[in-house]
């Protein structure tokens, strides 16, 4: 079953331009993940949120959590052309993942 | 160099074979999860083991079969009885989760086409 679930489906932006994600699931969880996938290869992590945490950064990423609205949100910032990929949330409980079926990011040069 | 590598990254195999798929990981990681990706489809869980000698059904687990006989090797055999074998197959490895569950790092997938 996926749980996450992604929103939009597709992406086109300018370079330069920021990209916001939105991530909504629908059971309780332990913590929030975004990855990464170019085509035809395999994840890359990207951010892990824990489940008491509101916001958090890295480099150019920052990612929100709202538990009561169960929802999540990734914002790249300044987007580069190699920012181009697939990216999906998964959420973690029970020793397991379940991941949405990802966003399609074009970043135009 | 620390990683999880998957072999081969493309497999034909005709219907009707069972076919094995290799996955290897070096991180010192007690899971292993495997995964299988169709076009335009996030990840949907097939199989996956927190320690050597115990794995556990995911969502998709009808016409496959795992063993983990060792720390390192987590390998997937897709059999004859998988209706849709045809699918990108990615592997993965974590820190021990003991209910939690942590950032998981993934191999380069193996593309298996069945005709």
């Known amino acids: 079953s996926q749980q996450g679930e992604e929103d939009p489906q597709a992406l086109s932006i300018q370079e330069g331009e920021n990209a916001t994600m939105n991530c909504s699931y629908k059971?309780?969880?332990?913590?929030l993940q975004w990855y990464r996938q170019n085509s035809g290869r395999g994840l890359v992590h990207l951010i892990l949120?824990?489940?008491?945490?509101r916001e958090k950064h890295s480099g150019r990423l920052r990612v929100t959590l709202d538990t009561s609205k169960k929802s999540s949100s990734l914002l790249i910032t300044a987007s580069r052309a190699a920012d181009t990929a697939s990216y999906f949330c998964?959420?973690?409980?029970?020793?397991?993942?379940?991941f949405g079926k990802g966003i399609t990011l074009s970043v135009r040069p | 160099d620390g990683g999880i590598t998957q072999s081969p990254k493309y497999l034909f195999r005709k219907e009707g074979q069972n076919v094995t798929l290799s996955c290897e990981q070096n991180l010192n990681h007690d899971a292993m999860y495997w995964y299988r990706q169709d076009p335009g489809q996030g990840l949907r869980l097939i199989y996956y083991?927190?320690?050597?000698?115990?794995?556990q059904k995911g969502d998709i687990a009808e016409g496959y079969s795992v063993s983990r006989e060792k720390k390192e090797s987590f390998p997937l055999t897709v059999t004859s009885a998988q209706k849709n074998p045809t699918a990108f197959y990615l592997c993965?490895?974590?820190?021990?989760?003991?209910?939690?569950?942590?950032?998981?790092?993934f191999g380069p997938g193996t593309r298996l086409t069945v005709t």
């Open positions: 998964a959420t973690g409980a029970n020793s397991k993942l379940t």
């Open positions: 993965a490895s974590s820190r021990s989760t003991s209910g939690d569950s942590y950032e998981q790092y």
């Open positions: 949120i824990r489940s008491n945490e």
């Open positions: 083991s927190q320690i050597v000698n115990d794995f």
């Open positions: 059971t309780s969880i332990n913590n």
